[in-house]
Each structure stands twice: as C-alpha cells, then as structure tokens.
C-alpha cells in the first residue's frame, strides 16, 4: 500500500514534465510575442529586451535554460509584462488568496454536500428526499456568474449585511466562500446520494441491518465509506474545476488571487508567468489526483490497481 | 408465405383484444423472414409476448412514465428546443437588429422580454442564443460519451501496463490548463489566415451564396469553442466509467459471461458498461449543464461566443452587469439557463433510477 502511494506521488514528476514541456513550446509556436501588442519599440531595444528575457536564443537552448533554471535555482525567472517583478514573487503573494477561497469552499462543499446527500438518500423518494435534492439542483443550476450578481445586490446593497467586496476579515469571506462553494456542494449531494443509493441495496447492508444493528450505525459504519467512493472520484477534477471557477468569483469580489493571471498572461503572451501558472496548477492537480487514487484504494478494497 | 401465415395466425383470435405490445411483437416476429418457420409461426409468437420479454429499455421507459417530475421536465425541454427552432425564424424581430432610438427598454407587448443596451429584441435572442448553447452542451456532451465511455472501458477493463498509460494520458490532460488551452486555440486557429479557417469555407460553400462572407466568422470561432469544450470533457467520464469497470469486473456475471466465451469488446460494452449506466447517465446529465457552463464561463470571459451571436452565457453574464438598472436582461436569459439545466438534472435522475436493473426487484 505504501509502495503504491509513494509509486502513484512519484509519476507526477514525469507527467508534470510532460506538461511544462508541451505548454513551453506551445506558447512560442502561437504567433505573437510579449513585446507585440504595445506601441513599435526600436529594433535596438527590442534587442535587448529579447536577450534580458532569453528569448533570441534557439527555442531548444531557451528551454534547456529554463529548465535548468527552475531544477537548480527553483526560480521561473522575471514577468515579461510586470515591470521588475519575478513570477515567483507573484506568485508567492497570489496564491494565498486563491488557496483560502479555493480550500474554504471546498470544505463548505463537503460539509453541506455529503450529509445531504446521505441524508437524502436514506428518505429516498420520500418529500424530504424531494426537497433535498431540489436544494442541490438549484445549486447545480445557477450559474456564479449570476448567483454571485444577486446575492451581493441582495446581501451588501440592500441590507447591508455583508461586505460587497475585497478579501480581508472573515465577513469578506463569506459570500465569495459560499458562491463559490454551492455549485460544488450541490454537484457533491447528487454524488454522495447516488452513491450511497446503490450501497444501500448490496448484500453487506442487508447482513448488518439483519443482525440488528441500528440503521444510524449501518449507515454510519457501513454504508457510508462505499457511498463515498463516486464523491471522493470528483474531487480531484471538483477541486481544479473550483480553481478555474473561483476565477468568476475572483473577478467579482476583487480579491487579488491567482485566477486573473491565468487569462492575462496567456493573452499577453508573458511565457515565464504562463509557466509559472502551469507549474502551480499542475502541481496541484496532480498532486490532488494522486492522493484520491491512493483514497480510492484505501476505501474500497475490492478495487485492485495493480 | 409469411404474409398468408401471418393472417392464418391471427384470424382465429380477436386481434383488437390484444395489448398493442402483443400485436407489434406478432408483427414484427411475422415480418422477418426466417423467424417464421412455415405452419409453426405460433410458438415464436406466443413465448416473446409472455411478460417477461420486455426488454430493460421498455421497462425503463415505463418506469421513466409514471416519474412525473422527469417527465414534466421532458416536457418542458422539449418546449424550449421547439421555441429554439421556431421563435428566431418566425419572430418579427432578428436577434441582431438593433434600433439605437429604442435602446433599453422593460418588457412590453411590443418585446415580451424587454430590449438590451442596443435595442434588440430581447426575445429573439435568447432563443437564438438557446439554440448555441443546446448546440454546444449536446456536441460537446456527445463526444465525453462517446470518447469517455470507450476510454474508461478498455482501460479498466484489460488493466495492467494499458490501463496505465490510458489513464497516464487522461491525467496529463487534466492538467493542461484548459484556460490556456482554449486561449492558445482562439489565438492560433481562430485566426482569419490559419488553415482551419479555410477548411470551414471550403465545407460551408456549398451551403452558402458566399463563402468568404464576413459574417460566418464569429460562427467559425464558435466550431474551435465547440471542439476545445468537446475534447476535454470526455475526461472525467472515462475516470468514473474506469472506477465502475473496475470494481463490476471482478463481479461473478463477469466470469460467467467470460466462461462461455464472451469476447473482450463484447464484455464491456455488453455486459459491463450497461450495468455502470446508472454512473453514466448521472454524469452525462451533469456534463450538459456543465458543458453550459463552462460556454458561458468562456463567455463571461470574453473567449466564448462573440457578439452579435448570443448564447445564455452571453446574454447572462451582459445582464450581470447591468442588473441594478435593467433586471429583465439578467432574469431572462438566467431564468431559461436555469430551468434548462434543472430539467436536465430532474430527467437524468428519472433515467437513472428507471435504468438502474438493481432495482428491478422492487
């Protein structure tokens, strides 16, 4: 078991290799450059700019550079169009908002999403079963992009009840956290009860039910761990889907995350910020993937992954 | 021979006291040549009609009619896509007709929903936009299944060193930004000069007076949205198809139907997919809103449908914006995106618990 985890953690180095390598040649393929798009520079400075930022070489010797700049040194070199400042540094101050929203409507998501999906299924085609289960579709149904609009309108503009934007204390928190977080929590309930929908019927919970076991401890105990096994499938792709979807939210509450460099280094063609993002989700992503295979295992036996 | 058999069968009884299931079977079992042998045509006949016959897709149908939320949703999906076909064809209104005199104006019997910014029906483009994100949710859906089902499949099927790399491969995916990825191809296909752009107009020309219209572009940017969302949406299908193969494989119907020599292709897409339906269809009918989403995410964006083309994202995330001087141009497109996707879900769980043949019992 512990082979297999530290096996499945050690191919994201190559996968992420894989990754960094195809975008690094992917973004110098796309016309354009990062010098481009702003009024004509003279040739000459345009020339030094190129080989500040390494970009008159070879594209195999920009890559070999670059490479062994980030192995050796850990460092992803200096932004092309944030004058003075390193990709590292943007990203150091960055990430910490993006990770705080990302984490907190993920554990939002969770709290809400798997008790009412359990809750839903055990009153399965009951009106509490009904009511539940229209909650997580409106959830699934309302874009953020709208649901984000509205509830400040609501919330900050007519009540005055909470903060309508920026990222500081925790009442800032809480509209962003949970128009970020509903649409996963909604997505987690209608997992979670399809799961455990199809647990309840097996073999093992008629067994437990027959020896007299209340039906809280059966489900609790029993049922539950199996029922897990689709939400806990989701959360890999759930999770880096809540990066890229925080990125909305990001937006409309102006929180100075990570989201808006993803679109506005691309659409620059800044290359090392490009990179320095690609490293950053990819590294979480498969980092995050990595570890639900390793739950996956440990949560159903059954399964064999050799 | 089949046709003078077919009368002899069915003179004796009342043919107009049989169910109608009945009648059809005796008739298509009648019609085939070959299923008939000649004077023996009745024993056929009367063992498919015994009840136990119906197939689990008829039987799933009669379970999916008495589900009077599925079929309400059915119903009222149904309703849009015939308004999406009709309403722009046959509106007064073209769904880029502006009229700056007009400008914004609320819901009147003149526009039932209101005019935007520019004047423009309202109306005419949110069933016009219907029709683009129906187009894009259904192409994009179709490909996660067709892709995602076999790739899931065969990798948690045959295991080992394949499963391996297939599953390699979905995980490097996963990680290409799909932002980045969807930037990189507006930036470098959607572009007047590439290739891909003179492909399309050599497949459009026929269809059109003249190809090298301006107007089809924005609908040419709008093929590479169709494909960028399609190819990476398969990827989550194949993860969950693959988790369900693996733990039905090792299941004792699977070493039966193999032990009287069911070939591999036949064993999942026979046997082992059929019985992980109940995943799939839950996930395709959260891939349709989804792949909704992610259309009017990118267009909230501004890398997704291009003006004047409007999808609901298009249409929603403009009324976002303006909501607090003009509410109905967030409240209708939200409200049609809404209710689609509800229906959406209300039907996929319907299909899922009339085709789930573990519930057949009770």
Redesign the interface.
């Known amino acids: 078991m512990i082979s297999y985890a530290v096996r499945r953690l050690l191919?994201v180095i190559p996968?992420?290799w894989?990754?960094l390598t195809?975008?690094f040649f992917?973004?110098r393929?796309?016309?354009?450059g990062p010098f481009d798009q702003e009024r004509q520079i003279p040739e000459e400075v345009r020339k030094v700019l190129e080989d500040y930022y390494d970009l008159s070489a070879p594209v195999h010797i920009q890559y070999k550079n670059w490479l062994v700049r980030l192995v050796l040194h850990q460092d992803l070199g200096p932004t092309m169009r944030y004058a003075n400042r390193s990709v590292g540094e943007i990203i150091r101050l960055s990430l910490p908002y993006s990770a705080q929203l990302g984490g907190l409507a993920a554990l939002l998501a969770l709290c809400i999403g798997v008790p009412l999906g359990v809750y839903a299924a055990t009153k399965h085609n009951t009106a509490r079963d009904?009511v539940a289960?229209g909650i997580a579709?409106?959830g699934?149904?309302?874009?953020r992009?709208?649901l984000a609009?509205?509830l400040i309108?609501v919330l900050s503009?007519k009540l005055y009840l909470l903060p309508a934007a920026r990222w500081e204390t925790w009442r800032h928190m809480v509209l962003p956290v949970f128009c970020a977080g509903l649409p996963m929590a909604a997505?987690i309930a209608?997992?979670a009860r399809?799961g455990m929908l199809?647990v309840i019927?097996s073999d093992f919970i008629r067994t437990a039910r027959a020896k007299g076991l209340s039906e809280r401890r059966v489900i609790l105990r029993h049922a539950l761990k199996g029922a897990l096994?689709?939400v806990v499938?989701?959360l890999?792709?759930g999770l880096?889907g809540l990066l890229?979807?925080s990125?909305?939210i990001e937006r409309i509450f102006n929180i100075p995350g990570m989201g808006r460099y993803?679109?506005e280094?691309?659409?620059n063609r800044d290359y090392n910020l490009?990179m320095g993002?690609?490293l950053v989700?990819?590294v979480l992503?498969?980092v995050l993937?990595a570890v639900v295979d390793i739950l996956?295992k440990l949560l159903?036996p059954?399964?064999?992954l050799? | 021979m089949t046709t003078s058999s077919t009368s002899q069968n069915e003179s004796p009884e009342s043919p107009e006291k049989k169910e109608p299931e009945v009648v059809a079977l005796a008739e298509a079992a009648s019609l085939e040549p070959g299923a008939t042998a000649p004077g023996g045509a009745e024993p056929p006949v009367a063992v498919e009609a015994l009840p136990q016959g119906t197939s689990l897709w008829k039987d799933a149908y009669r379970r999916l009619k008495k589900n009077r939320a599925a079929m309400a949703s059915a119903v009222i999906l149904a309703v849009i896509v015939v308004g999406c076909i009709f309403v722009p064809t046959f509106s007064s209104y073209r769904y880029d007709h502006a009229n700056l005199a007009l400008g914004p104006t609320p819901p009147s019997w003149a526009h039932w929903m209101g005019t935007d910014f520019f004047g423009r029906d309202l109306m005419a483009r949110v069933f016009f936009g219907g029709r683009i994100s129906f187009g894009v949710a259904l192409t994009a859906t179709f490909m996660s299944f067709a892709i995602g089902v076999t790739w899931g499949g065969v990798a948690g099927y045959f295991g080992g060193k394949l499963d391996s790399i297939l599953m390699r491969i979905v995980d490097v995916l996963y990680t290409f930004p799909f932002l980045i990825f969807v930037i990189l191809l507006m930036v470098f296909f959607a572009d007047q000069k590439s290739p891909l752009y003179s492909a399309f107009k050599a497949v459009i020309s026929p269809f059109v007076e003249s190809s090298t219209d301006q107007s089809h572009y924005p609908i040419f940017q709008l093929v590479i949205v169709f494909a960028a969302i399609g190819c990476i949406s398969w990827l989550t299908m194949s993860r969950i198809v693959r988790g369900q193969v693996l733990s039905l494989k090792s299941q004792p119907f699977i070493e039966a139907a193999r032990s009287i020599g069911v070939g591999p292709g036949a064993l999942i897409f026979r046997h082992l997919v059929p019985n992980a339906l109940g995943p799939i269809i839950v996930y395709t009918t959260l891939t349709i809103p989804e792949v909704m989403m992610t259309e009017a995410f990118l267009s909230f964006l501004g890398l997704g449908t291009q003006e004047p083309l409007s999808s609901w994202g298009l249409l929603a995330s403009n009324g976002a914006d303006a909501m607090d001087y003009y509410p109905w141009q967030l409240f209708f497109p939200g409200l049609f995106l809404a209710v689609t996707l509800f229906c959406f879900n209300f039907l996929g769980d319907g299909l899922r618990d009339a085709l789930d043949p573990r519930m057949r019992k009770d």
């Open positions: 191919w996968s992420l894989v990754v195809l975008v992917l973004v393929v796309v016309p354009g009904h289960m579709m409106t699934v149904s309302v874009p992009f709208v609009p509205v309108l503009l997505y209608r997992l399809a199809e019927r096994l689709p499938t989701f890999g792709p880096s890229v979807g990125l909305v993803l679109v280094a691309a659409s490009v993002v690609v989700y990819g992503v498969m993937n996956y159903d059954r399964v064999t050799e």
